[in-house]
């Protein structure tokens, strides 16, 4: 899983680095597609439930499952969530980043941060004997401590030979409740925050989920193993 993990984590610095203004999100589809086809590895994505592409890549107030289009030209200001995922020799990695395009709003720039340290917040509950409830209250504790909303509607998950497995990994909870954490599980924590309200659309696609009040969301994930004394980030 770690080897996936690091396939994983390339591609999506590849991605980082390509997002300027002008960039399409196609064009974000195809570098990772091209790469992943180089490594010899194989996207988890394309062909879930049916979903197209290689690549989430997500908008401004798009949340998650943004459809990557050759018409959707990012511009100066806007944000973009990057979520990507590969299967090497049989074991998933599932990442996600949230970007700036060139420079950003003050108050956008926070939600970037406070959605980066949630996720760091909710890797650093993880060891054997937590639960579920202690990673989700570690998540949402500083998401709600800046004023920012957590989404209910989409989960982090169990990972391991399929991206998608038992249990779902909730961006809040209460402490103590759920299941508890053992060595050599793998969970993707993956917080998915909205500068205003937790509510969210899907649009007619099918797919693409968008803040039902138009406000800014960002997503951060790692596929996180526990270990016999914490975590070990595999998507790192
Ligand atoms: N990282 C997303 C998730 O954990 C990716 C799923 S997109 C899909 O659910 F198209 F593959 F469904
Ligand atoms: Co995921």
């Known amino acids: 899983m770690r080897r996936a993990g690091i396939a994983t984590r390339e591609v999506l610095e590849l991605l980082r680095g390509l997002v300027k203004p002008g960039v399409t ?4 589809e195809k570098a990772a597609a091209d790469r992943i086809a180089e490594m010899g590895v194989k996207a988890a994505f394309k062909g879930y439930g049916g979903y197209p592409c290689v690549l989430c890549a997500s908008v401004n107030d798009e949340v998650v499952h943004g459809i990557p289009n050759p018409k ?56 054997p004997g937590a639960t579920l409830g202690d990673v989700g209250a570690a998540v949402q504790g500083v998401v709600e401590a800046e004023g920012f909303s957590v989404v209910r509607d989409f989960v982090g998950h169990g990972i391991g030979t399929h991206m998608h497995e038992d249990p779902q990994v909730p961006n809040y909870g209460t402490p103590g409740r759920g299941m508890k954490l053992r060595p050599g599980m793998v969970i993707a924590i993956e917080p998915m925050v909205n500068a ?39 998507t790192e």
């Not at 999100?25 to 974000?28: A, F, G, I, K, P």
């Not at 909710?122 to 060891?127: H, L, N, R």
């Open 25 to 28: 999100t196609m064009d974000l």
């Open 72 to 127: 959707r030209v990012l511009k100066e200001g806007d944000i973009v969530s990057l979520d990507f995922g590969v299967f090497v020799d049989g074991y998933c990695g599932d990442s996600a980043i949230t970007v700036p395009v060139g420079k950003i709003d003050a108050e956008t720039a926070r939600l970037l941060k406070v959605t980066e340290a949630s996720l760091h917040a909710g890797i650093a509950a993880v060891k």
């Open 196 to 234: 205003g309200k937790p509510d969210v659309m899907v649009l007619k696609d099918g797919w693409t989920a968008i803040t039902s009040d138009g406000s800014m969301s960002a997503h951060f994930e790692h596929s996180v193993a526990v270990t016999a004394t914490g975590a070990k980030v595999l």
